[in-house]
């Protein structure tokens, strides 16, 4: 369109390439099978806060409205919107999917130490800050089985939350 592209990814289904529109005025989701088109208005970033559940089924997008941070969920077939639900952060910079599914870990703003941890259903599960007026993370990744999350810092430490008690693994 006349604003740009400012970032492209493929679904897991491998059918459909989602474009982010410069300025994030919306997504375009292009079907390769049968050419239809669908959109998405106003995601938060273009590149990140995006991700799709273990099986693809479901999309997590980190939305902002209203001044205010959430996290929406789109069914894959069909890209209709399932449910959106706020988020406790100052800034979402970003979300990752367990690969277990079930558990959406929201990250906050690089200038604040702090991950949230929400249920699909919008219930968060758990907060963890352990530390304040410095830097927060850096990098996020889950382990394939899901039962330990790598938290990279500014600090230069990393920190294994636990999946089930949500506490730092020793």
Known sequence: ?????????????????????????????????????????????????????????????????????????????????IRSFAVATNDLDDLKWAPTGGVICAIDTVLQYQVLLYAETGEQLQSYRPYENALGVKTVAWHPHGHLLALGSYDQRARLLNSLTWQVRA
């Not at 529109?21 to 990140?48: C, E, M, N, Q």
């Open 1 to 81: 369109g006349p604003v740009g592209l400012a970032h492209a990814t493929w679904a897991p289904d491998g059918r459909h390439v989602l474009a982010t529109a410069d300025f994030r005025l919306r997504i375009t989701i292009w079907s390769l099978t049968d050419r239809s088109v669908f959109y998405i208005r106003f995601p938060k970033h273009a590149g990140r806060g995006l991700d799709f559940s273990a099986d693809g089924a479901v999309m997590a997008l980190a939305e902002r409205t209203d001044g205010k941070d959430s996290i929406g969920l789109f069914a894959t077939e069909g890209w209709s919107p």
